[in-house]
Each structure stands twice: as structure tokens, then as C-alpha cells.
T-cell receptor
Framework: DTAVSQTPKYLVTQMGNDKSIKCEQN?????MYWYKQDSKKFLKIMFS???????INETVPNRFSPKSPDKAHLNLHINSLELGDSAVYFC??????????????????FGPGTRLLVL | AQSVTQLDSHVSVSEGTPVLLRCNYS??????LFWYVQHPNKGLQLLLK??????LVKGINGFEAEFKKSETSFHLTKPSAHMSDAAEYFC???????????FGTGTRLKVLA
């Protein structure tokens, strides 16, 4: 009954490799996000999708490519991994206006995180 | 542009004593504000949120926060700390246009026995 799930939980890989992280939500939300948490615990948004359409794309290298096959899934593919990509990546989802009930608006639900280590 | 500033990177309290985690915000309009908690090696859990209803917001695990427009603050409090409260706490403002979250830098709460 997990609301927002991510796989894998841990990912250790070599520089230059390509890897993907998957995210799924079973809350029926129409907006999903990817955040990056660096070693200092700072969290910053990377991407946001609403009903499979990209709505936020922060200044992220184009080695990062999100893909949303349907509104319940938002995957993150990373090409040519670099040491600086080591971080914890969090997926989140929300139900936003105008369709969301007032009590749920703007509330994001986070997955458990994927800890990526690039060697 | 909206932003939040968490004034303390580390806070230590003794078990059973009050907790105060400070957050100031900057926004050109009435903001939506949140507090999230992250336990070690875990995801983020919503503690409470303010979205222009009552200024005193009660959350889970005995936490509450008060929205003070005159002070542009949204400080998190708890009357009595438990060992299980030891975690990283994030103050967040939601951008009204895109609903993206803008995070503060976090406050690590340590609870001493």
C-alpha cells in the first residue's frame, strides 16, 4: 500500500555509465516531481510533470532525462554519470488545483529516496 | 521570488524540554508553508502545513507552527521533545504559480537523554 515508491533504493555505479531510477505513485495524483538532495542535505527540484507533460525543468544537465509513460509513473534516466551526480534522488507527487480538494492542495508526498553513488 | 531561511543549522535539546525550530519566509503574496521531517536514511514526511486558513497549525507527533505575517515567520514548536524527534527538519514554501517546493537548508535536531 506504499503511496510513492522508488526503485532501486541504492545504486552504486561507475563514472560514465547510464542508469535509470523508477518512480510510481498509487495516489491518483496528476503531478510528479524529481528532487535532488546533495551531501549537505540541500533539496532542489529538478523536474515536474503534470499529466505526462513536462512543466518544470530547472537548470539540470541534459544528461538527465525524465520520462513519464503515464501519470502514475515518472522515471529518471541519467547518461554518462559523473562523480557530482552522487546524491539522494527523491520522487514526489501531488494533486494540484483546480481538481484537488482544498485540504490536499500543494501537499507533496515523497518517496523513500534512491541513494546514488558514482565511483 | 519566494524563499525560506532556516535560522539554525543545528539545534540540541534535552528530552522533555521544548523544541523551537525557526523559519522565516520571503514572498510577494500570501504563501503556502510546510514543515517536513526526514529521519536518518528515510524519505520526507509532512509534519504540517499552512495554506491561509488558521494561523496556528497543528501537525503530527505534537508539533505545531504559527504563521506570523508581521514577522514573516513560521516557526515549528513542540512542548516536550522525545528521542524519536531527532531528525532533519525542512521548512518549505510552495510557489503559487508552479507549485514547486522551495526548501530551506534544513535544521538538524538532536535530542539529548
Amino acid at each position: 500500500d506504499t503511496a510513492v515508491s522508488q526503485t532501486p533504493k541504492y545504486l552504486v555505479t561507475q563514472m560514465g555509465n547510464d542508469k535509470s531510477i523508477k518512480c510510481e505513485q498509487n495516489l491518483g495524483h496528476d503531478t510528479m516531481y524529481w528532487y535532488k538532495q546533495d551531501s549537505k542535505k540541500f533539496l532542489k527540484i529538478m523536474f515536474s510533470y503534470n499529466n505526462k507533460e513536462l512543466i518544470i525543468n530547472e537548470t539540470v544537465p541534459n544528461r538527465f532525462s525524465p520520462k513519464s509513460p503515464d501519470k502514475a509513473h515518472l522515471n529518471l534516466h541519467i547518461n554518462s554519470l559523473e562523480l557530482g551526480d552522487s546524491a539522494v534522488y527523491f520522487c514526489a507527487s501531488s494533486q494540484d488545483p483546480p481538481s484537488a480538494p482544498a485540504a490536499l492542495r500543494e501537499t507533496q508526498y515523497f518517496g523513500p529516496g534512491t541513494r546514488l553513488l558514482v565511483l | 521570488a519566494q524563499s525560506v531561511t532556516q535560522l539554525d543549522s543545528h539545534v540540541s535539546v534535552s528530552e522533555g524540554t521544548p523544541v523551537l525550530l525557526r523559519c522565516n519566509y520571503s514572498s510577494s503574496y500570501s504563501p503556502s508553508l510546510f514543515w517536513y521531517v526526514q529521519h536518518p536514511n528515510k524519505g520526507l514526511q509532512l509534519l504540517l502545513k499552512y495554506t491561509s486558513a488558521a494561523t496556528l497549525v497543528k501537525g503530527i507527533n505534537g508539533f505545531e507552527a504559527e504563521f506570523k505575517k508581521s514577522e514573516t515567520s513560521f516557526h515549528l514548536t513542540k512542548p516536550s521533545a522525545h528521542m524519536s524527534d531527532a531528525a532533519e527538519y525542512f521548512c518549505v514554501v510552495s510557489d503559487r504559480g508552479t507549485y514547486k517546493y522551495i526548501f530551506g537548508t534544513g535544521t538538524r535536531l538532536k535530542v539529548l537523554a
